[in-house]
């Protein structure tokens, strides 16, 4: 696959001066301007290059962790199912675990099950 990183650029220049910083909370579930990115590592799609991601833990007004999402069903030890979000089955991609500064959120989903996200949070805790 062929990746416009030129493109991106132009786009992360907007995010960086144009967006102001969100509010957010953990267990929020927002679309991300996530970029174009190296190797493996989760892409965002579209013109906004956008994925969902979880809060998991806020460590600023500015800035806090994220894991994104996936609708992919592809069995995996890193993918942990969290169900339905904005219509589709998703799952966590907990080997894509990140921080990112709050200009990257574009606009709140929904809120992840407490249930679910302790599940989440139990998994990243096992992980390391």
């Not at 996936?70 to 995996?76: A, F, G, I, N, V």
């Not at 979000?85 to 992840?112: F, H, M, W």
């Amino acid at each position: 696959m062929i990746k416009d990183f030129d493109k991106w650029n132009n786009n992360k220049k907007l995010v960086h001066y144009g967006k102001n910083n969100k509010q957010y909370h953990s267990r929020d579930i927002w679309w991300c301007s996530l970029g174009i990115n190296i190797g493996d590592e989760h892409d965002g799609e579209g013109c906004d290059y956008q994925r969902p991601v979880l809060v998991l833990k806020g460590f600023s007004a500015n800035t806090c962790l994220v894991i994104p999402l996936t609708s992919s069903t592809e069995k995996h030890p890193m993918r942990v199912p969290i169900g339905i979000v904005d219509g589709k089955e998703a799952s966590a991609v907990l080997s894509q675990i990140r921080t990112i500064d709050t200009k990257r959120l574009l606009g709140r989903i929904c809120y992840l099950n407490k249930e679910v996200f302790e599940v989440i949070r139990k998994a990243v805790k096992d992980m390391l």
